[in-house]
């Protein structure tokens, strides 16, 4: 038996054992319901990996809805594309720091709450992105007691994705799945600004 022969045959077995694990855990997996997604962190990434979930979702013919909270641009690439295929809302008055008016955010957040508590009373949505919303707990601009209730009795196979930095950790233990994203390194602190396409 040559080496190759033997490195094919070990790396075949150490493949079959795994295989047998992974099937294992699928054929347990047999839940289907509405998800809770949880991305914070203070890496790169949340609201990207939420935008690649919308572009699935409508790959697959779903109805999606997405309220972005603090967020006030409208020309980014990601509502260009996929505003056309969902119900795409921008309800902020941009980052905290640049309104400095905490009654004006509260207002703003909401009225962004009004619309997105009526996708998640409505069975008729499948995915539903709350882009930013941590911040609105954080911050207290909306009643936490109120939003973990309308997240918690929304429609029984209705998803929901929920981004942002520093999230209540309510939130995490209400989340199905929570992804937590850090910076290694940031073109930012090296002095590089948001890029098209990448940041916006």
């Known amino acids: 038996m040559t080496i190759n022969t033997e490195r094919n045959a070990r790396h075949a077995a150490r493949m079959a054992r795994k295989k047998a694990v992974i099937d294992a855990h699928i054929a347990e997996a047999n839940i289907d319901t509405g998800i809770m997604i949880l991305l914070t962190g203070n890496?790169?990434?949340?609201?990207?990996?939420?935008?690649?979930?919308?572009?699935?979702?409508?790959?697959?013919?779903?109805?999606?809805?997405?309220v972005q909270f603090i967020k006030n641009r409208t020309d980014?690439?990601?509502?260009?594309?996929?505003?056309?295929?969902?119900e795409w809302h921008?309800?902020?008055?941009?980052?905290?720091?640049?309104?400095?008016?905490f009654e004006a955010d509260k207002l703003k957040s909401e009225a962004a709450w009004a619309v997105a508590a009526r996708m998640l009373n409505d069975a008729s949505y499948d995915v539903v992105i709350l882009d930013e919303l941590t911040y609105c707990l954080s911050?207290?601009?909306?009643?936490?007691?109120?939003?973990?209730?309308?997240?918690?009795?929304?429609?029984?196979?209705?998803?929901?994705?929920?981004?942002?930095?520093a999230a209540v950790k309510e939130l995490h233990e209400i989340a199905d799945t929570v992804t937590v994203l850090n910076d290694e390194k940031h073109a930012y602190k090296a002095g590089i600004k948001a890029q098209k396409g990448l940041e916006w």
Not at 76 to 86: D, F, Q, R
């Open 139 to 165: 911050y207290k601009y909306l009643d936490k007691d109120i939003i973990l209730k309308d997240l918690e009795s929304r429609p029984e196979m209705q998803h929901v994705v929920v981004t942002g930095r």
């Open 43 to 66: 890496g790169k990434g949340k609201s990207s990996s939420a935008f690649g979930m919308v572009a699935r979702a409508i790959g697959h013919g779903l109805k999606v809805g997405v």
């Open 76 to 86: 980014t690439g990601e509502e260009a594309l996929l505003g056309k295929h969902c």
């Open 90 to 101: 921008v309800m902020g008055d941009g980052f905290t720091w640049e309104t400095q008016n």
